[in-house]
């Protein structure tokens, strides 16, 4: 079964660092989403890119995260200088289609530890 | 915006006994709701869901769950645990035109044989 791959598992980075996660969703798919969940916290919707452009961010999504689809398979999410408050599990996801309602295939996570 | 309650973190559960996952919602507009189960180290997967139509829906490894719009709700239920359902269950919103899901803080499930 077609499922959701996210590299790398764990990554450590010191505070100020750029880091990327990467993701690739499945093949058909046209909808990609990134989501995170702070230790103890709810998961928490980031961001969703279709067509090469986001369709909508939260307000958690500021100047210092970007996404992008640089190529056919790959979705990525950067984090420009991160900070203490961006430790978290991030999930990335993706949809055939993209009205609520669709079946969101989540990843198994990326676990992001900024020291 | 829309919003989900799942209540008590820690959720214990004897083999063979009722399993029941209390979710409220709160939207302005018809949701969809969605329950999704996460194993460890692995994503989360999708258990069930409402979008429209029959107001219960029967989901993946004998899991259900009922929408009632007047107390709105959405509680999971499966008659008889496993040992294998012991995992993390989230509830989650959306609703028409828009994309993201709103989740819940999720109930841990413990199976005690």
């Known amino acids: 079964e077609p499922e959701v791959t996210q590299t790398p598992s764990h990554q450590v980075t010191q505070m100020g660092q750029e880091v990327i996660l990467r993701c690739v969703p499945i093949?058909?798919?046209?909808?990609f989403y990134w989501y995170r969940q702070i230790l103890g916290q709810k998961v928490e919707f980031l961001v969703s890119?279709?067509?090469?452009?986001?369709?909508?961010k939260s307000e958690i999504f500021d100047d210092q995260f970007s996404v992008e689809r640089p190529d056919g398979s790959n979705f990525t999410l950067k984090i420009r200088s991160t900070k203490l408050e961006d430790s978290a599990m991030y999930f990335c996801?993706?949809?055939?289609?993209?009205?609520?309602?669709?079946?969101?295939?989540f990843g198994p996570g990326t676990r992001l530890t900024v020291l | 915006a829309q919003s989900v309650t799942q209540l008590g973190s820690h959720v214990s559960v004897s083999e063979g006994a009722l399993v029941l996952l209390r979710c409220n919602y709160s939207?302005?507009?018809?949701?969809?709701l969605f329950w999704y189960v996460q194993y460890p180290n692995q994503g989360l997967q999708l258990l069930l869901k409402?979008?429209?139509?029959?107001?219960l829906v029967k989901g993946i490894n004998g899991f259900e769950a009922e929408f009632k719009k007047s107390e709105t709700s959405f509680h999971l239920t499966k008659p008889s645990a496993h040992m294998s359902d012991a995992a993390e269950y989230f509830c989650?919103?959306?609703?028409?035109?828009?994309?993201?899901?709103?989740f819940g803080k999720g109930n841990q499930v413990v199976v005690i044989p």
């Open positions: 996801a993706s949809s055939e289609l993209g009205p609520a309602g669709d079946t969101q295939y």
């Open positions: 093949s058909n798919h046209l909808y």
């Open positions: 890119f279709y067509n090469n452009e986001i369709s909508e």
């Open positions: 939207s302005s507009v018809p949701p969809y």
């Open positions: 409402y979008t429209t139509g029959a107001t």
């Open positions: 989650a919103v959306s609703v028409r035109g828009n994309n993201r899901l709103a």
